[in-house]
């Protein structure tokens, strides 16, 4: 069955669906300070909380994005997603624990598992010659979800408090679940299509470079909000202040699949990866504007790299496999970004110093550079 939706209207749902998605994939920082102060968490303890909001994203991404190529149930994968978030939120609000915190976000990555490799599968089907730029227009809706979360979870929690304000956003889920449930149709199914046969040493070089560049700039954002407050600012002006920071991407996403139809995706990694390098040595030797500045940058860097990273996982997959070449991208970033954040907080626990912790991502960027320059011609 054909798509019957026209290619910019296909386009406007996912910007939309996208919104609301990446809201929520920002919505833990901002929680962070108030859901440590009930439970009385340290460091160590917020980095395992944003493991288990985050493993599941990066496990299981490329199954589920392999099985709705297979079995062309794509919009039920993206339905359902929306939907067990909504629970996972839901529990979260009634925790009774931190433990139990830590079990019901499972939900909530599982939930965002479902969205990127269907969503990227449906919008280059929809444009096969403008892959780069009109998912860099997708990623503009996700860079506005990311820019709304703080402010609206600091400001909801300084007005009620942190249980209601997850019951509150949660709706929002449901209605996006309904809207894609009515908009689109299933696409037809690729039974042949297998995990193994999406994989090639290219695709796994992309992987690893996103991957790593995406864990030191979700490293950063992470914790702002909690580093801010241990340096005394208030919840509520760190939370704007990380939506500030967040707005770049509205300007970033854009860029960066622009820039990939125009040089390639091999030119804009390499770019975005020295310069993260060059923001994180900056944010290790400076302090106060100076070093907020360079978050920002690093934040301009990551973002720039999400259209980068979807338009390459389908320039590199074969007819059908979209969505498990995208999740084994988006996955493998998703599992190195959980595991990393457990490893900041246990450093920023033992020197006692958050910036120092993060400071030494500035290996890990170097590391990102490299591989970057493994990937081989222009891939637009």
Same mark, same amino acid.
């Given at each position: ?35 440590? =102060? ?69 939900? %909530? ?29 997708? $990623?503009?809706? $996700? ?90 600012? =208030? ?29 390639? !995706? ?21 302090? !106060? ?11 301009? %860097? ?20 979209? !969505?498990?070449?995208? !999740? ?16 900041? $907080? ?27 320059? =493994? ?6």
């Amino acid at each position: 069955m054909t798509h019957p939706l026209k290619p910019r209207t296909v386009l406007l749902v996912f910007v939309a669906a996208h919104v609301v998605n990446d809201f929520y994939a920002t919505i833990l920082p901002a929680f962070l300070p108030a859901v440590a =102060r009930e439970f009385d968490l340290d460091y160590s303890e917020l980095g395992i909380l944003s493991f288990a909001f985050t493993i599941l994203t990066g496990a299981l991404q490329p199954i589920l994005g392999n099985v709705a190529d297979r079995s062309g149930r794509r919009r039920w994968v993206l339905v359902s997603g929306f939907g067990v978030a909504a629970v996972g939120f839901l529990a979260m609000a009634a925790a009774p624990t931190f433990w139990f915190i830590v079990l019901v976000s499972l939900f %909530c990555g599982l939930g965002a598992a479902t969205y990127h490799p269907q969503a990227t599968s449906f919008i280059v089907s929809a444009y096969p010659r403008d892959r780069g730029r009109m998912l860099g227009i997708h $990623g503009w809706g $996700g860079s506005v979800g990311h820019f709304l979360a703080p402010a609206v979870v600091v400001l909801a929690v300084a007005s009620f408090d942190w249980r209601f304000s997850m019951v509150a956003i949660a709706v929002p889920l449901v209605l996006t679940g309904v809207m894609l449930r009515v908009q689109l149709d299933e696409p037809p199914p690729a039974p042949s299509a297998t995990l193994r046969s999406a994989v090639t040493g290219q695709l796994v070089l992309v992987a690893v470079t996103f991957g790593i560049l995406s864990t030191v700039g979700r490293s950063f954002l992470t914790f702002f909000v909690k580093m801010l407050v241990d340096e005394g600012w =208030r919840e509520t002006s760190a939370g704007v202040l990380l939506t500030i920071v967040l707005l770049v991407g509205a300007v970033a996403q854009p860029l960066g699949g622009w820039a990939f139809d125009k040089m390639g !995706g091999r030119i804009v990694f390499m770019m975005a990866a020295g310069s993260t390098v060059f923001l994180v040595a900056a944010f290790a030797g400076t302090s !106060g504007a100076l070093a907020l500045i360079a978050v920002a940058g690093i934040a301009f %860097c990551t973002f720039s790299l999400f259209p980068v990273a979807l338009a390459l996982a389908s320039r590199l997959s074969s007819d059908g496999r979209t !969505g498990a070449a995208v !999740g084994i991208v988006f996955g493998l970033s998703g599992l190195m970004t959980a595991v990393a954040q457990p490893a900041v $907080g246990a450093v920023a626990e033992s020197t006692g110093d958050i910036r120092v912790a993060l400071a030494w991502l500035l290996p890990l960027s170097l590391l990102g550079l490299f591989v970057a320059t =493994r990937i081989r011609g222009q891939l637009h």
